[in-house]
């Protein structure tokens, strides 16, 4: 789980965003932590779900409030219900593959970065300038991966004599990634 957060049956929907959080003040959360609510508190819920032996709990955002539950005489001893922010509800699974794509984004941005400066350390500087301004004035992801794969194209037709082999294995490498997260094949030799 990305973060403790508190069991509720989401099949205890008041409304569309409103669902039943606890007949208690105080309730234990993932962690076993205590968790005593108030009137606005940020709450962070979850619920059993398990598919084909898969763990993949629905999971959801929101604050603690009081509601009338009085058109609803079978939830009555209900304290505290939880409103569910925009967001709405959604799988563990769809933050893990969030964060799997930002590790990988991050990992390719370093691996430019160090690419720029032995670019630069190797009497190209114009050519590292432009895989420079590739990877900070791009405006989205995309961008910059077609930007850099670009650059790098670029500068291997520009050197064609690379003698830093460990600098020809990275950009090989760096062109692979993109490739495969543009899921393109750019012939770049």
Same mark, same amino acid.
Request: glycine letters at 6%; one cysteine or more; a negative charge.
């Given at each position: 789980?990305?973060?403790?957060?508190?069991?509720?049956?989401?099949?205890?929907?008041?409304?569309?965003?409103?669902?039943?959080?606890?007949?208690?003040?105080?309730?234990?959360?993932?962690?076993?932590?205590? =968790?005593?609510?108030?009137?606005?508190?940020?709450?962070?819920?979850?619920?059993?779900?398990?598919?084909?032996? %898969?763990?993949?709990?629905?999971?959801?955002?929101?604050?603690?409030?009081?509601?009338?539950?009085?058109?609803?005489?079978?939830?009555?001893? =209900?304290?505290?219900?939880?409103?569910?922010?925009?967001?709405?509800?959604?799988?563990?699974?769809?933050?893990?593959?969030?964060?799997?794509?930002?590790?990988?984004?991050?990992?390719?941005?370093?691996?430019?970065?160090?690419?720029?400066?032995?670019? %630069?350390?190797?009497?190209?500087?114009?050519?590292?300038?432009?895989?420079?301004?590739?990877?900070?004035?791009?405006?989205?992801?995309?961008?910059?991966?077609?930007?850099?794969?670009?650059?790098?194209?670029?500068?291997?037709?520009?050197?064609?004599?690379?003698?830093? %082999?460990?600098?020809?294995?990275?950009?090989?490498?760096?062109?692979?990634?993109?490739?495969?997260?543009?899921?393109? %094949?750019?012939?770049?030799?």
């Amino acid at each position: 789980m990305d973060k403790a957060r508190i069991y509720v049956d989401f099949n205890e929907m008041v409304t569309g965003d409103i669902m039943l959080l606890s007949k208690e003040d105080t309730k234990i959360d993932s962690d076993g932590n205590a =968790v005593s609510f108030y009137e606005g508190m940020p709450v962070s819920i979850y619920s059993d779900d398990e598919e084909s032996g %898969k763990s993949d709990n629905p999971i959801a955002d929101g604050i603690a409030i009081k509601y009338d539950l009085s058109r609803h005489p079978c939830w009555s001893h =209900v304290k505290w219900c939880c409103k569910i922010n925009a967001k709405g509800i959604y799988h563990e699974s769809d933050i893990k593959e969030k964060t799997a794509a930002e590790k990988t984004e991050k990992d390719i941005i370093d691996k430019l970065q160090y690419i720029v400066s032995l670019i %630069k350390t190797n009497g190209y500087p114009k050519s590292a300038e432009k895989l420079s301004d590739a990877i900070h004035y791009s405006s989205t992801g995309t961008e910059l991966l077609m930007k850099a794969g670009n650059c790098l194209r670029s500068y291997i037709k520009e050197s064609a004599a690379i003698e830093n %082999k460990e600098l020809l294995i990275l950009i090989e490498k760096a062109l692979g990634e993109i490739n495969v997260l543009l899921g393109e %094949k750019f012939l770049w030799k």
